[in-house]
């Protein structure tokens, strides 16, 4: 929601400001300015990146529309499920969380965490860690390095679609550049032409640069930055994963685990030490 207010925000405020200033909207209406620096631009993101990452980018562009879906309920849910796995783990023995890992969809404890049974990568980055566990004999330096790898690969992975989508934005005005030469060269021809007929011509060739700019800095660079902010927030919904496991590998009990866990939470999201105390009393009143 944001986003669309955001644009909406940006094109008023540019296109208001032009009105007042007495420009007619009807010369930035240049379908061929659109079109050389608009195909320009996909063009050249054809070319950088492969269909899988264009693939990313289109979801990761769609997932903005929703907002940031790592909220305070969310890191709750995530941080009450752990607690529920490791407490089972250590009152009735690590095997009998196996059927709760093996398969999570039908499990009783990951039913009331539909937002981690659909975030398949999080989901798989604790169950596959805890069937490590279960397999014994993996000290904890070793777990960590195994999630230290998994994470990277994530952060890496992540990182590629918000890269290209940046290097266009960056590119932006330089094709500007090139559609408002291409108008120049035009109106180099026509030169010795009515004063009018040139002075549009010269108009339609800066309106290319004027695309190019806004949407580089007004559109391009601002949708980088929230799918980089919207990346962290993943990679720090991993780190609580991260950071529970390993906890509990160490030998720590499940309400201190929980805490090592909460305590990594961006201080926007994370829940207090009352509110993760009063909803561990809860799953404890519910048994």
């Known amino acids: 929601m944001f986003v669309i207010i955001g644009i909406v925000?940006?094109?008023?405020?540019?296109?208001?400001?032009?009105?007042?200033h007495e420009?007619?909207?009807?010369?930035?209406?240049?379908?061929?300015?659109f079109l050389i620096i608009g195909g320009a631009a996909i063009g050249s993101m054809l070319v950088s990146a492969p269909p899988r990452i264009l693939k990313h980018l289109a979801g990761n562009l769609m997932s903005l529309l929703k907002g940031d879906p790592?909220?305070?309920?969310e890191y709750l849910n995530l941080l009450k499920t752990m607690f529920e796995l490791f407490n089972i783990a250590t009152r009735d023995g690590l095997m009998n969380i196996e059927q709760h890992i093996e398969k999570p969809e039908s499990s009783t404890i990951f039913s009331k965490n539909p937002f981690l049974l659909k975030n398949?990568?999080?989901?798989?980055?604790l169950t596959d860690t805890l069937k490590i566990l279960l397999s014994g004999g993996v000290p904890a330096h070793d777990l960590e390095a195994i999630l230290d790898a998994d994470a990277e690969t994530t952060l890496i992975e992540g990182s590629q679609a918000p890269g290209i989508l940046q290097k266009m934005g960056d590119a932006l005005p330089g094709l500007g550049i090139v559609a408002a030469v291409l108008g120049i060269i035009i109106t180099?021809?026509?030169?010795?032409?009515?004063?009018?007929?040139?002075?549009?011509?010269?108009?339609?060739a800066l309106v290319g640069t004027f695309l190019g700019v806004l949407m580089s800095y007004g559109f391009i660079g601002p949708l980088t930055t929230n799918l980089e902010i919207t990346h962290q927030s993943e990679m720090r919904y991993l780190e609580c994963i991260k950071v529970g496991v390993l906890?509990?590998?160490?030998?720590?009990?499940?309400?201190i685990v929980?805490?090592?866990?909460?305590?990594?939470?961006f201080n926007d999201f994370r829940p207090t030490f009352r509110e993760l105390e009063d909803a561990v009393k809860t799953l404890k009143a519910a048994k």
């Open 23 to 33: 420009g007619p909207l009807a010369v930035l209406v240049q379908v061929n300015e």
């Open 188 to 204: 180099m021809q026509a030169i010795d032409g009515p004063p009018e007929e040139v002075g549009m011509k010269v108009a339609a």
């Open 258 to 265: 929980v805490e090592f866990a909460r305590r990594v939470i």
């Open 120 to 125: 398949h990568h999080a989901l798989y980055y």
């Open 70 to 73: 790592y909220t305070k309920e």
């Open 9 to 20: 925000v940006v094109i008023a405020c540019v296109l208001g400001g032009f009105v007042m």
């Open 247 to 255: 906890s509990y590998a160490k030998g720590n009990a499940p309400m």
